[in-house]
């Protein structure tokens, strides 16, 4: 099975070095192409990557084991010597494809991200299990309802959310809507994945960028995250939920092009 990607050529530098983007749950590449062309392709060459079943990706129908399906299915179109920035669920799954296949990726960019999704035994800054288990019921019964109730949630409380909601809305609403196996299992994903215990072996120079508003990971996991991965830098973007590149997409470009310029 073969996922697919969207190429952008740098436009000034045959030579230029890579940066890969993996998005989030209930979206595809498209909700950033714009974005990254305008602020990336002046510098870098761009992969853009359509998570299983989502976008132009096919799905994967059965599987024994979902996140390494995943995992497989994402590093066989994965360039080599990458900066790789994962957005929310991709964030996750970045993580893991730094630890699996650490020569592959020269940075680690986690936007909006978290090592777990979901609460649990001491882990209290991020989405409860009974609205990831309330999502999982929800969709079963009508998909285009609750991708439009994830995308207000996404924004809610972001600095001009209401008009950056309708905005959002008509974006998404003229993409493919994904169908219940690929969502399902993304929120399966998102309810099971934990990284906690692993993100201190990334060898990776990594950063996590984080929304001030964010209403599904709270800015407070920065307490968590530098005790589990004190190597690792945070930055957080003022008046933004969980879609910076979306509210915020200037100040969000600047960041990470300060960070992947002091990359090697």
């Not at 996922?3 to 983007?21: D, G, Q, V």
């Not at 905005?167 to 003229?174: A, G, Q, R």
């Not at 530098?226 to 969980?242: F, T, V």
């Not at 915020?248 to 310029?261: C, G, Q, S, V």
């Amino acid at each position: 099975m073969q996922l697919n990607t969207i190429y952008i050529p740098c436009t000034k530098n045959t030579n230029a070095k890579h940066i890969t983007l993996i998005h989030g749950w209930g979206a595809e590449s498209t909700v950033w192409q714009s974005w990254a062309t305008k602020y990336f392709a002046e510098f870098y060459n761009i992969t853009l990557i359509d998570l299983p079943g989502f976008g132009d990706s096919p799905k994967i129908t059965k599987s024994k084991d979902l996140e390494a399906d995943w995992l497989q299915a994402l590093a066989r179109v994965l360039p080599n010597k990458t900066h790789l920035l994962g957005w929310s669920l991709g964030g996750l799954l970045a993580q893991q494809l730094s630890l699996v296949y650490p020569t592959k990726i020269t940075s680690l960019v986690c936007l909006a991200s978290t090592p777990r999704f979901t609460q649990n035994d001491g882990w209290s800054r991020s989405v409860s299990p009974q609205i990831i288990g309330d999502f999982i019921k929800a969709i079963r019964i009508e998909i285009n309802s609750v991708l439009k109730k994830f995308w207000r949630l996404q924004l809610q409380g972001a600095d001009n959310s209401r008009t950056l909601m309708k905005e959002l809305i008509n974006h998404m609403s003229k993409r493919k809507t994904p169908k219940l196996i690929p969502l399902n299992q993304g929120l399966i994903l998102l309810k099971d994945m934990d990284n906690r215990e692993q993100i201190a072996q990334i060898s990776q120079p990594t950063l996590w960028l984080l929304g001030e508003k964010d209403p599904l990971i709270p800015q407070d996991i920065r307490l968590n995250l530098a005790k589990l991965q004190p190597q690792a830098e945070i930055a957080i973007i003022e008046g933004s939920g969980h879609i910076p590149f979306f509210s915020h997409p200037e100040k969000t470009a600047k960041i990470l092009l300060d960070f992947w310029n002091k990359q090697t």
